[in-house]
């Protein structure tokens, strides 16, 4: 069974940078694809970025692009989201999600094309001043 586990949540001014990180518990991330979700109070549930584990392809939700960067170390089975340019409404619980490569694509892991089969248990984000 897949596991993934997050960390790297917090209180951040606006403005401010976080780095989240999914570690994820496989022998390898190349077959796969990771990516990012975020869910506030009262909305749904949105893919902002993703990440293939075997290529460059990479996919951002428009509400992220330009302020997150996503990326990926291998060796350490480890996907990280590097947020700046924080604003209230990134305000979220932040959770990972992977799929086997077969079963989807980058777009479509974010876009939720197919509901991810393996979470995390989300990590918080707050932005505040």
């Known amino acids: 069974q897949l596991q993934l586990e997050e960390s790297g949540g917090g209180l ?5 940078s976080l780095r989240l ?3 994820v518990s496989i022998f390898g991330l190349e077959g796969y694809y990771i990516g990012w979700f975020r869910q506030a109070p ?3 549930r949105e893919g902002i970025s993703c990440i293939a584990g ?4 990479t996919y951002y939700a428009d509400s992220v692009k330009g302020r997150f960067t996503i990326s990926r170390d291998n060796s350490e089975n480890t996907v990280f989201l590097q ?9 979220a619980l932040y959770y990972c999600a992977a799929d086997w490569k077969a079963w989807t694509t980058v777009q479509g ?8 089969p393996y ?3 989300g990590t918080q984000v707050t932005v505040s001043s």
């Open 109 to 116: 892991l974010c876009l939720n094309s197919r509901p991810p």
């Open 12 to 16: 951040v001014q606006p403005g401010g």
């Open 54 to 57: 075997f290529n460059e392809d």
């Open 42 to 44: 009262g909305k749904e």
């Open 83 to 91: 947020m700046t340019g924080l604003k209230p409404e990134d305000t």
């Open 119 to 121: 979470w995390g248990q």
């Open 21 to 23: 990180s999914c570690k």
